[in-house]
């Protein structure tokens, strides 16, 4: 991963870090962010406002993709905790296994209590088009998504 920082957590118009995890089905992802895509951390799989969160960026998955918006979210468990989780809800897209939090690191997004914070990052064009720190996860994805259609961030 290159563009690491520490302390700062990253913030419009930063350059967005080319970043590589391990997904749920155990497969290397890599992104570079040239698409809009929302990036979100969250701190633990199956606990309740984890699971709000994730279940509400899945039921509007379809409008994303319809969107041509993709969507990973990012915690500190690993690949297997992912793995249960996702199949516990059905959850289609890749949420990306950070146990080191190499990937929270680039971001700047704390994790110094072993769990990331709740922060969502919009990138596309390769930079931080919008950042959501201290995020409420009830509504979350439906926010998102109008804000990125607001901007002009949808296809």
């Known amino acids: 991963m290159d563009g690491a920082r520490s302390g700062r957590m990253l913030d419009v118009g930063d350059d967005?870090?080319?970043?590589?995890?391990?997904?749920?089905?155990?497969?290397?992802?890599e992104l570079d962010f040239e698409a809009t895509t929302v990036l979100y951390f969250y701190p633990r799989d199956d606990t309740p406002g984890c699971t709000v969160e994730a279940k509400g960026?899945?039921?509007e998955r379809a409008a994303y993709e319809d969107a041509g918006v993709s969507v990973y979210g990012v915690s500190t468990d690993d690949?297997?905790?992912?793995?249960?989780?996702?199949?516990k809800y059905g959850l289609e897209f890749d949420l990306l296994a950070d146990p080191d939090g190499d990937v929270a690191d680039a971001f700047g997004v704390d994790h110094s209590g072993g769990a990331a914070e709740r922060v969502t990052f919009v990138l596309a064009n390769g930079e931080v088009r919008e950042v959501y720190p201290g995020v409420s996860p009830d509504g979350h994805a439906e926010a998102v998504l109008a804000d990125i259609r607001e901007a002009g961030l949808a296809r």
């Open 79 to 87: 690949a297997e905790s992912h793995e249960a989780f996702c199949e």
């Open 57 to 59: 960026f899945e039921a």
């Open 16 to 29: 967005a870090p080319r970043i590589e995890a391990t997904n749920q089905d155990d497969e290397t992802v």
